[in-house]
């Protein structure tokens, strides 16, 4: 969400970063639409005061026994109340509509996000490990899942309908080691704090994280009104929703791991075999909270957690700094973290990392109150998954299959597997 006084004072900036996102010029648009906002309130005040003048007059003149001056004023005092009943009404209609224009204007990009329409134009930053050489044809997540006997997905099919999956055995254990696994590194050695927040939010969570109301269609929403969160970054964001919080305490640093849920909507025919695109999944999710003057910093830093996550797996990865026109709605910034997948001789997503800057924070209305005294500051918010545990799974799958089948497990993960160093056939 975008103030109107920024609008204002920086017209030229904030259409050349629609531009760069392949949208029109709106600020003259919304200038416009904020000047008879504007016009209407002023005309509103005015005729409130000359009410209350008109009031006290009256008052005056039935003192005086001047009933006709009485009569000629509480005439006018009625239609002042017709005239601001109609202003307050054209007030809250400009206010709405400038709100429901600004609510589904994604952020600006940073001078050094590149230019482009789509993923063709984004950047690598860096590509960390070298893919393994097999002596043998690699197969995909999905054929060694199945061939193992443990992930069916005719079972989820007859249970859910398509983009669901049944994991047994080992590999229900592998994801759960996965997610402990993230969850222990997170909070362990880089001073996140664990959080267990809900599944299903209101309206307002899902609106001030950008989701709504333009992307309503990606989510899954109950028969009561609540939505089913497509990532706990909906949830651990809008914990400072609503709040003043003391500088000292930023930057706030939060994980979650959370089953996700999205509908897939506009992705008919992408990914319909395997895990890789799931009405249902679990991810850990990473949130940092923290001043302007940090967000940067604090973005760089977030990311490396979840690339740390792949270097201590041995899965090799690239981090891609996303052009104008492949970022999501409320990022001014963001990296992906693709992952190397041999089944598919390609480069996956497996996290996105994005600063956001006081683009939700205004949705929210969360701000700091800065530790030298002054005005409440918006803070600045930050989001990435660190990392998605289901492609994950994939990812070892893949990256660590035998040429007899079975599957190695990291050395990292054997921890959390009771010490189990392979996963065979059930």
Known sequence: MFDIKWIRDNADAFDEGLKRRGLEAQAAEIIALDDKRRACLTALQDAQSRRNAASKEIG???AAKDDATVS??????????????????????????????????PNLPRADVPDGADEKSNVEARKIGTPRKFDFAPKQHFEIGEALGLMDFEAAQKISGARFVVLKGALARLERAIGSFMLDLHTGEFGYTEVNPPLLVKDQAAYGTGNLPKFAEDLFKTTNDFWLIPTAEISLTNLVRESIIEEAQLPMRLTAWTPCFRSEAGAAGKDTRGMIRQHQFSKVELVSITTPDKSLDEHERLTSCAEEVLKRLGLPFRTMLLSTGDMGFASQKTYDIEVWLPGQNAYREISSCSVCG?????????RYRPKDGGKPVHVHTLNGSGLAVGRTLIAVLENYQQADGTVAI??????????LTQIAKA
């Not at 400038?98 to 204007?105: G, K």
């Not at 006081?358 to 969360?366: G, H, I, K, T, V």
């Open 60 to 62: 005056k003149a039935k």
């Open 358 to 366: 006081d683009f939700q924070a205004r949705r929210m209305d969360a």
């Open 410 to 419: 990291p050395e990292a993960l054997r921890p959390y597997m009771g010490g």
């Open 72 to 105: 000629n004023l509480m005439g006018e005092v009625a239609e002042l109340k017709d005239r601001i009943a109609k202003g307050e009404n054209d007030e809250r209609k400009l206010d709405a509509e400038i709100r429901e224009t600004l609510e589904v204007i």
